[in-house]
């Protein structure tokens, strides 16, 4: 798997599991670990690489641990 295509799917998986949980992009932003809907929205279309802090929190807010977002 190259590089973008596990990007890509990355993306996937945070939505996959935020749609799972009924969570939109806008409630992403809630809470101690928050991440801009604008961020989340990026990282879903795989148009950002998600930093390791953005995963840190984005596992938090999903809580779910942050494996289970590279688990592709």
Do not use: A, C, W
């Not at 295509?5 to 806008?26: A, N, P, S, Y």
């Not at 604008?38 to 930093?51: F, K, L, Y």
């Amino acid at each position: 798997m190259e590089y973008e295509e596990f990007i890509r799917k990355v993306g996937l998986k945070i939505k996959e599991i935020r749609v799972e949980k009924g969570i939109t992009q806008e409630q992403m932003e809630e809470g101690d670990h928050g991440v801009s809907y604008r961020t989340v929205q990026d990282i879903e279309n795989g148009q950002s690489h998600p930093s390791v802090r953005s995963i840190f929190k984005i596992s938090k807010r999903l809580k779910v641990k942050p494996k289970d977002l590279l688990d592709v």
